[in-house]
């Protein structure tokens, strides 16, 4: 006899447009199909499915009574609903995943399938980000500023007679004429760059604007230099071609600039915003990494995937516009404006580069969607996308300032963040000895989604103990609720982390050893009291709650310091000061 399934089976969403009914067939079509509601298994009756997925019972019996009539289930007198066992053995190819021949097939792809010379390091993403209430992660796409009138308008102009015939018939390899005029004209001129038909490519992102490049550049006997931290993608994408990578340091104004580049034949940058500190490159070293490169005869890949999102000073011009000898490769994408889900990118380089990449590019898809393309074009041209540059600066500038705001007023954890210079994400540095792997996963748990920065390291023994904060996927007035809750639960793990009496490792001192001990320690307890402004008489109080007591007395007095983990002005020092009487 064939076991109940458990409750909730399926999940269904009331905020979806499908209706519940069609819903509830969904998800039971999609369990069937890839084995989770076994052949012969009975399922829930109408009854006790409709109250576990809280809709009305005549919402359950019609969804059972399609698939009834579909084939996928079959209703037995007296039994119940079962999964029909006839409806997989009918799909051509159907066999159990877990069966030993199915082992075996994977066993051996698994032989044959080549690996790549670089694993790219595992890097944690939640694809459910959305049913989380405090998203502070960047990249995601807030689904409320998606331009839906004006996209749907750029679509109907699409599909004109005139157009469908100009894009359904195909164009070899080349993209859009009109999206290539409407990027030339209005796109690149605002980063201060000229180029021709010739010198633009169209392509599906960021990411596959960098795959081109790699193939095309990144070889065994080429170096190139990339940002430490920096994209870890484009790092993986140069070990995948066997090129040598040397990682260059990043301050405050993005890439270092110095002599270590004079033996590279590459340098990958970000410069309008660092990957991953949101450093900007300010003007006086973009000329010195101009003048490098031609004095050192390299390359340079401008990475300007958030070249648009500058809401804080004058957006600086890019260096593909201030190279005179065709050595910048840029590259740049309207998916961190538009959406993720729409792929778009372009680079601009020299026409023999943009020749070869073309070449390349018909190997794998021939070109973007034409259709698309010329939707763009006309989104582009009709102005729209100038309009939701302004609506998404208002936006964001709102949500950065809200965020900036809320970090700064957080009080009794010295939480660093990245300088005022625009964009979308904050960087923020934390004590030597916090654990942010373990706050990470601590804040997922209380609905909390910040980004660690391991991943953008390639020496994650040199990582900065940092985590990221970005707004593009949280509303602004849910954004000091958010820090609230972390600081809270910042304030709780640190807590827990304290040493007492109890359970410190400290040892008593007496004779000289305690008074020279005792007079260093007044000194620098002092000192750091005085410099957090946090004196006072006998007795003062962190701002993590802690007692500091002064340790204020002669050499006959009998000291016992118990101290954390952390030591360097985050750290709490518990002095409990004896007199002379020992109490």
């Known amino acids: 006899m064939s076991n109940p399934v458990p409750d909730a089976i399926i999940y269904i969403d009331p905020d979806q447009p499908m209706n519940l009914q069609n819903q509830i067939r969904q998800r039971l079509v999609d369990g069937i199909l890839n084995g989770s509601f076994a052949p012969g298994m009975k399922l829930p009756s109408s009854r006790k499915l409709a109250k576990q997925l809280d809709v009305a019972r005549n919402t359950v019996v019609a969804a059972y009574q399609q698939l009834i009539a579909d084939g996928y289930l079959v209703s037995r007198q007296r039994s119940g609903i079962f999964v029909n066992e006839e409806m997989l053995e009918a799909r051509v190819g159907h066999r159990n995943v877990s069966s030993p021949a199915a082992k075996a097939e994977s066993a051996a792809w698994q032989r044959r399938i080549r690996e790549m010379p670089a694993q790219r390091r595992e890097v944690h993403d939640q694809p459910n980000w959305r049913h989380y209430p405090f998203p502070f992660i960047d990249g995601k796409f807030d689904a409320t500023l998606f331009p839906i009138a004006e996209w749907r308008e750029a ?15 195909g164009s070899g390899d080349a993209d859009d004429p009109m999206l290539i005029e409407e990027i030339r004209t209005k796109i690149l001129t605002r980063r201060g760059i000229q180029a021709g038909p010739d010198e633009i490519l169209i392509t599906m992102g960021t990411q596959n604007s960098l795959y081109l490049i790699s193939q095309l550049l990144a070889d065994p006997a080429t170096t190139f230099a990339v940002e430490e931290p920096g994209n870890y993608e484009m790092r993986n994408l140069v070990h995948q071609q066997g090129a040598a990578v040397k990682t260059q340091a990043v301050d405050n104004g993005g890439l270092v600039v110095d002599e270590q580049l004079a033996d590279v034949d590459v340098v990958y940058v970000t410069p309008s915003h ?23 005869d390299f390359l340079i890949i401008e990475d300007d995937y958030e070249c648009e999102t500058n809401y804080m000073d004058h957006p600086l011009p890019a260096l ?17 404006a538009l959406a993720p889900g729409v792929r778009f990118g372009f680079l601009v380089a020299n026409p023999d580069f943009i020749r070869r990449a073309r070449q390349l590019r018909r190997k794998i898809l021939n070109h973007p969607p034409l259709n698309n393309q010329r939707t763009a074009a006309y989104f582009l041209s009709l102005g729209h996308y100038d309009a939701l540059m302004l609506r998404l600066g208002r936006v964001f500038r709102e949500r950065r300032i809200e965020l900036r705001d809320a970090l700064n007023n957080i009080r009794g954890i010295p939480l660093e963040i990245s300088p005022e210079v625009g964009g979308t994400t904050y960087w923020v540095r934390t004590p030597r000895e916090f654990d942010v792997a373990n706050l990470t996963k601590e804040a997922e748990k209380h609905g909390i989604l910040i980004e660690p920065v391991q991943h ?54 007496t004779g000289d050893e305690l008074k020279e001990t005792g007079c260093r320690s007044q000194r620098r307890w002092l000192c750091l009291c005085l410099r957090r402004n946090q004196i006072r008489p006998r007795r003062c109080r962190t701002r993590m709650g802690n007692p500091w007591i002064s340790a204020i007395g002669s050499a006959r007095c009998r000291y016992f310091a118990a101290r954390t983990e952390h030591d360097d002005g985050y750290g709490i020092l518990n002095a409990i000061r004896r007199t002379r009487s020992g109490r």
């Open 155 to 169: 679509n109907r102009l699409s599909l004109g007679v005139a157009d469908v015939a100009e894009w359904s018939t």
């Open 274 to 296: 660092q990957i991953p500190t949101a450093a900007t490159m300010p003007l006086e070293r973009r000329q010195a990494l101009i003048h490098a490169a031609a004095d050192h």
């Open 320 to 336: 593909r516009s201030m190279n005179t000898d065709g050595r910048v490769i840029y590259a740049a994408s309207f998916s961190k």
């Open 456 to 509: 953008y390291y390639a020496d994650t023994d040199h990582a900065e103990n940092c985590f990221r904060m970005g707004v593009t996927s949280i509303a602004a007035d849910q954004i000091r609720p958010g820090v609230a809750q972390l600081v809270k639960l910042i304030r709780s793990l640190v807590k827990e982390q304290v040493e007492h009496l109890s359970n410190s490792a400290g040892r008593w001192l």
